[in-house]
């Protein structure tokens, strides 16, 4: 992991070897990716923080537990003066039947490119950790209800990048330094909103980059 105050020499998509994880202070890399679902997405964006939130597979059920919170709250999320930038590593055909309502920007990484840039891992220890266990059979419950009422659907029975995926999140400033970075233990171990929200405010208040709530 790099400590506060280093910096990531790299270039735009190219990936960092060198690199395990981004911590607070270092330099992000660059990012921008034409198979976004959405649109074209470049970050940083010189006008707002970005919250830059790697993700499993498409479908996942913890993930989608968790990115409905984020969902419900986008409005206060965008007022603080952050853009929610989230990836996955399935493809973007995949992908959207399963995003499609998501107000922010999904990007498919299924080569796991931008994964490996920001030094974003994969672990048994996603699932083993006990601390996973009751996320995993709530998220395994919601998910199934939901896809009896038609809301979502089953992730495809096969998943190339395998089903390991520990999250990451970093909270990216204009000029494309890390303000923040969290990369999880397990597959529900992320920032909150309320967490966001709390570095966002400390790190960069609502109107430095340009921003007004």
């Known amino acids: 992991m790099l400590e506060p105050g280093s910096v990531v020499p790299a270039r735009l998509l190219t990936s960092v070897t060198s690199v395990t994880h981004l911590a607070a202070g270092a330099a992000s890399a ?17 006008e707002r923080l970005v ?61 796991q490119r931008l994964y490996r840039e920001f030094g974003v891992e ?32 089953l992730p495809a029975p096969r998943q190339p990048n395998g089903r390991l995926g520990l999250p990451a999140d970093l909270l990216i400033g204009p000029d494309g330094g890390v303000l923040a970075a969290k990369y999880g233990e397990h597959v529900y171990d992320q920032w909150s909103v309320d967490e966001l929200l709390r570095l966002a405010a400390a790190r960069y208040p609502v109107g430095a980059a340009g921003t007004s709530a």
């Open 51 to 111: 919250h830059l939130q790697f993700r499993r597979f498409a479908g996942c059920p913890v993930c989608h537990l968790h990115l409905r919170s984020v969902v419900r709250r986008h409005a206060e999320i965008e007022a603080a003066g952050i853009r929610e930038v989230v990836l996955f590593h399935s493809s973007a055909e995949e992908l959207r039947p399963h995003v499609a309502d998501f107000p922010f920007a999904v990007i498919a990484d299924p080569r």
């Open 122 to 153: 994969s672990s048994p220890r996603s699932l083993l950790d006990p601390r996973a266990w009751g996320p995993v059979l709530w998220a395994i419950a919601r998910s199934a209800a939901e896809v009896v009422r038609g809301r979502e659907r």
């Open 30 to 46: 660059s990012a921008s990716a034409s198979a976004s679902v959405s649109a074209s997405v470049s970050v940083p964006d010189p």
